[in-house]
């Protein structure tokens, strides 16, 4: 089953490269930057007054991710349960350089897979108004041919 959503959220796989842990295990190095945030009808928002309505549009027109208020990746999501790995919101530490804004980029380590198979990256975003949205990225097995399809939107 698929719901029509009001909002997307857009990002890509920035880096991906292979490694080793402390003990010689592989690894996989993976970056993922959010790219936009698409918010299709403000009209239909919670809000009380056109100023209001008028000023999500400015912020959505200049910049979009600021309505960002939280997010999260599953580096190895299934299709089925979101386990999330790595998590951003507002405010969540002394190196935000702005706490009314989420950072845009995720850094992971996690185990290489055991197998060579496509690795699916799950990024989930709520916005300031609790809207979720979901970006799932494709990792081939070859670090080199990836690709940033998006099989669901949510």
């Known amino acids: 089953m698929r719901f029509s959503t009001l909002q997307y959220v857009d990002a890509h796989l920035a880096q991906h490269s292979r490694g080793a842990d402390a003990e010689g295990r592989p690894t996989e190095d993976l970056v993922v930057q959010l790219d936009n945030y698409v918010l299709i009808d403000p009209d239909a928002l919670p809000l009380d007054s056109a100023d209001d309505r008028e000023r999500v549009r400015a912020v959505l027109h200049a910049e979009p991710l600021a309505l960002i208020e939280y997010w999260a990746v599953d580096p190895d999501y299934d299709g089925v349960t979101f386990r999330s790995r790595w998590q951003e919101y507002r405010g969540?530490?002394?190196?935000?350089?702005?706490?009314?804004?989420?950072?845009?980029?995720?850094?992971l380590t996690v185990p290489a897979l055991t197998e060579p198979r496509e690795r699916v990256i799950a990024v989930r975003a709520v916005d300031v108004f609790g809207y979720e949205s979901e970006r799932l990225l494709h990792v081939p097995a070859d670090p080199a041919t990836t690709t940033n399809e998006t099989e669901a939107t949510r």
């Open 92 to 107: 969540n530490g002394d190196e935000d350089d702005d706490p009314l804004r989420t950072g845009t980029t995720a850094a």
